[in-house]
């Protein structure tokens, strides 16, 4: 989780909605979307939260969802005050004498502003448990590894199951919905998830990032923060091999944006250098990589420079997949904000959530998903 060097780090993408998105189902071409991903649920009962290292991420399972940044190494202290805060943007959802329950799953125990994992998930179910009553809840429960929903203390005693595990509640939920023999591919920011689901069963045995990292079912590649002298020690410029400046410079993310895969965002400084995410301070960002400034290169040159990165950070992704490919798959799941990373061969039935899910629904999936299956695990009488 980046802090020491002052540049923003979670898996998942700044956000900059003000209020929850009532968004209607997508309709898209794929014959799979309304059986798998469409529910009979009844809205706003359960609110999900997915708390990472820098930002907050909501939804319910209806449709309404937003981000927003918040910078866990830096603003740790303020997580009661912040979720209780975004979680009143949801009250004009509830219905009439309606308490939502608050459904959580988290990768924010990761930030460096806490001295191990135990400590931070014992702080972050504190600050949500704090946080319910200026937000109009009841309770929350916690998403474990192992698959169920655990109360607050519950939670801080069994804090390796609560660590990390909003990759295993989104797999699950897909897992539930259908998709019983597929490939999940989740790629935010920082981070890409690639979880095989066999027989309705999540093939991996790892649960914590130390086993997921060996087993590769979790890479530590994403479509924004991975700097780029961690994807390639040398770019080709004008016939040479110039190896790169071992200093975070530029991202992943500037590389996307000169190819026009990121949208530009002027008020986004979200960045190595903190200057402005649009493609002329990518340009910079790429250039100094090399040691030139940005009037060195040529256009052709700098679009030239981001395909390369682009391609070692979509190459290191594919390794993954393949390793967890057997072929046998009815479909890809792709999901996040940066699935146009996989390359997916003409021969695969894939499924694209941006358009198989509600508006927005993609970036935040594992709020959603653990939204889903707290209602489903109420139903049951099985969450405790």
């Known amino acids: 989780m980046a802090g020491s060097t002052g540049f923003p780090g979670d898996r998942g993408d700044a956000g900059h909605d003000a209020s929850p998105t009532d968004a209607s189902r997508a309709t898209g071409s794929s014959a799979v979307a309304s059986d798998h991903v469409a529910g009979n649920v009844e809205a706003g009962s359960v609110i999900g939260v997915d708390i990472g290292g820098a930002n907050l991420k909501y939804s319910t399972s209806d449709g309404r969802c937003f981000e927003c940044s918040f910078e866990m190494w830096k603003r740790w202290q303020c997580l009661r005050d912040q979720l209780a805060s975004d979680l009143r943007q949801f009250s004009e959802c509830w219905q009439t004498g309606e308490t939502p329950r608050l459904a959580v799953t988290m990768t924010g125990e990761l930030a460096d502003c806490f001295d191990s994992r135990r400590e931070g998930v014992r702080f972050i179910v504190d600050a949500v448990v704090a946080s319910l009553p200026a937000a109009g809840l009841s309770e929350a429960r916690f998403y474990s590894t192992s698959g169920c929903f655990l109360a607050a203390e519950s939670a801080k005693d069994g804090w390796e199951h609560v660590a990390a595990s909003n990759w295993h509640a989104l797999a699950s939920c897909f897992a539930t919905r259908g998709f019983s023999d597929s490939l999940l591919i989740d790629v935010g920011s920082t981070t890409a998830d690639v979880i095989a689901i066999r027989n309705g069963t999540l093939a991996t045995e790892a649960k914590t990032d ?9 890479v530590y590649v994403g479509c924004r923060r991975t700097p780029v002298c961690s994807l390639v020690s040398a770019l080709r410029f004008r016939g040479s091999e110039v190896a790169v400046m071992r200093e975070v410079f530029a991202t992943v993310g500037d590389a996307r944006l000169l190819l026009g895969e990121q949208a530009e965002g002027s008020q986004d400084c979200f960045t190595a250098d903190g200057k402005p995410s649009t493609r002329a301070h990518a340009r910079v960002r790429m250039a100094r990589m090399i040691g030139l400034d940005h009037d060195e290169l040529t256009d052709s040159e700098s679009l ?43 021969s695969v039935v894939s499924v694209d959530l941006r358009t198989e899910l509600p508006a927005g629904i993609s970036r935040v999936a594992p709020a959603w998903a653990v939204a889903e299956l707290l209602q489903l695990n109420l139903r049951k009488g099985s969450a405790r």
């Open 210 to 218: 130390f086993e997921r990292l060996r087993d590769q079912s979790l």
């Open 304 to 346: 030239d420079l981001a395909k390369q990165v682009r391609m070692a950070a979509s190459r290191i992704i594919g390794e993954a997949v393949s390793r967890w490919c057997d072929g046998n798959e009815s479909a890809w799941v792709l999901s996040g904000h940066g699935q146009d990373m996989v390359e997916v061969p003409a």
